[in-house]
C-alpha cells in the first residue's frame, strides 16, 4: 500500500469520524394500552358468609384501551445526516380496562409498570425520522392482575418530527411477544415529545 493510499484512507476515516455525534435526551407522553388477542376470561365468585361462596363462574371481560403515561431518557448517537443509533432507558405504565359482561361483577383498570430499554435505528428525512427497534421490559408493579412473566420483549415502530434542533414529537406503536396473561400480550401505542440536549444537525 502506497504512502499516498494510506493518506486517503486516514482522511476518509478521520472525517467518518468526526460526523457523530452524542448527545442525550428525555422523553415523554402517553401510552394507549391494551392486551391482545380478544375478551379475557376469569373464575369469580361472591362471598356469602365464612363458611362459603355462591354465584361463582366464569366471566368475560372485554378488554378496552387504557391511558397512562411514559418518562425516559435517550441518547441519541448520530452517525450522519441520515441515521442515528439511540439507547434508551424509560419508565412505562401499561394495561388495558376490562369491562365484565357478568351481572354483579365489576369492571376493572389493570395497571402493568416496566422499566423498560431500547435499542433504537433511526431513519432522517430532513426533519422527518422512521425508527424502530428491539426492547426489554421489566415488571415492575402490577395492580388488578397477576401478570404470568416479570419480563416483556417486544418490538416498536414510529416516526418523529424535529420541531426545533432540540424539541421533537413522536408516535409509536409497541408490540409485546411473551405472553403476559393466558396467550395475552401487550400493546401500546404511544404519543409523547423528546427534547435532545445540543442536538447537532
Avoid: C
Avoid at 186 to 200: A, D, H, L, P, S
Amino acid at each position: 500500500m502506497t504512502k499516498l493510499s494510506s493518506l486517503f484512507i486516514l482522511l476518509i476515516s478521520t472525517a467518518s469520524f468526526a460526523q457523530v455525534t452524542f448527545n442525550p435526551g428525555i422523553r415523554a407522553g402517553a401510552n394507549f394500552s391494551h392486551l391482545s388477542e380478544g375478551p379475557i376470561k376469569e373464575y369469580w365468585y361472591n362471598m356469602v358468609d365464612n363458611f362459603g361462596y355462591n354465584d361463582s363462574g366464569i366471566n368475560e371481560y372485554d378488554v378496552k384501551t387504557k391511558v397512562d403515561f411514559y418518562l425516559g431518557f435517550q441518547a441519541n448517537i448520530r452517525f450522519s445526516k441520515f441515521y442515528a443509533l439511540q439507547p434508551e432507558i424509560y419508565y412505562t405504565r401499561q394495561g388495558a380496562q376490562l369491562d365484565s359482561k357478568a351481572p354483579g361483577v365489576s369492571s376493572k383498570t389493570v395497571t402493568l409498570s416496566y422499566i423498560g430499554s431500547a435499542v433504537v435505528n433511526k431513519f432522517y428525512i430532513e426533519k422527518f425520522n422512521i425508527h424502530f427497534g428491539p426492547t426489554l421490559e421489566l415488571l415492575t408493579d402490577s395492580k388488578n392482575f397477576k401478570s404470568v412473566s416479570d419480563a416483556d420483549l417486544g418490538f416498536l415502530l414510529g416516526a418523529g418530527y424535529d420541531i426545533t434542533k432540540n424539541i421533537g414529537v413522536e408516535a409509536r406503536i409497541k408490540k409485546g411477544f411473551v405472553n403476559v396473561y393466558n396467550s395475552h400480550t401487550n400493546v401500546t401505542f404511544q404519543t409523547g415529545f423528546y427534547y435532545t440536549f445540543n442536538m447537532k444537525k
